[in-house]
């Protein structure tokens, strides 16, 4: 079995810092990320950048056919004013147009790495709840003891 790897890298200026778009396509997968590099770099910063730090980049790999699909698995009674929101969404993004496939990509990773902290900030805060509810419960049990 043989699979094609390729990688690009791609150095623009979006009008504030220069940045790197890391593309890396593996057989039928695709992933892209982003890198600031701040100033304009030179070619000896872009090669060392490569070097060093290609092989720690997070691409967010997925199959070609994922980057279309929504990540709502659900499918059950949904909240009608969702429904219309999301179809409002989907068809301003039809007007603006697609964008490129990278642009697609990072839109993917980003909206997956928001879902990932905002789980993690649900679980803190669950734990600090729980913490909380425990000490109340212990002063409490503390508070009648002996009586």
Same mark, same amino acid.
């Given at each position: 079995?043989?699979?094609?790897?390729?990688?690009? +890298?791609?150095? +623009?200026?979006?009008?504030?810092?220069?940045?790197?778009?890391?593309?890396? $396509?593996?057989?039928?997968?695709?992933?892209?990320?982003?890198? #600031?590099?701040?100033?304009?770099?030179?070619? *000896?910063?872009?090669?060392?950048? #490569?070097?060093?730090?290609?092989?720690?980049?997070?691409?967010?790999?997925?199959?070609?056919?994922?980057?279309?699909?929504?990540?709502?698995?659900? #499918?059950?009674?949904?909240?009608?004013?969702?429904?219309?929101?999301?179809?409002?969404?989907?068809?301003?993004?039809?007007? $603006?147009?697609?964008?490129?496939?990278?642009?697609?990509?990072?839109?993917?990773?980003? *909206?997956?790495?928001?879902?990932?902290?905002?789980?993690?900030?649900?679980?803190?805060?669950?734990? *600090?709840?729980?913490?909380?509810?425990?000490?109340?419960?212990?002063?409490?049990?503390?508070?009648?003891?002996?009586?």
């Amino acid at each position: 079995m043989q699979v094609n790897t390729s990688s690009t +890298l791609t150095v +623009l200026h979006d009008g504030q810092f220069w940045v790197g778009i890391c593309e890396q $396509r593996d057989g039928s997968r695709y992933g892209a990320c982003r890198f #600031v590099f701040g100033p304009e770099p030179k070619d *000896e910063e872009v090669l060392a950048f #490569v070097c060093r730090h290609w092989d720690r980049l997070d691409f967010r790999m997925r199959d070609e056919g994922d980057a279309a699909e929504n990540g709502s698995a659900s #499918v059950g009674a949904r909240n009608p004013k969702r429904a219309q929101r999301e179809a409002r969404k989907t068809l301003e993004a039809a007007r $603006r147009g697609v964008g490129t496939k990278a642009q697609q990509a990072l839109s993917a990773a980003y *909206e997956e790495r928001k879902d990932e902290r905002r789980s993690n900030a649900r679980e803190l805060r669950e734990a *600090e709840e729980r913490r909380a509810f425990e000490l109340r419960t212990l002063k409490r049990k503390r508070k009648h003891r002996g009586h």
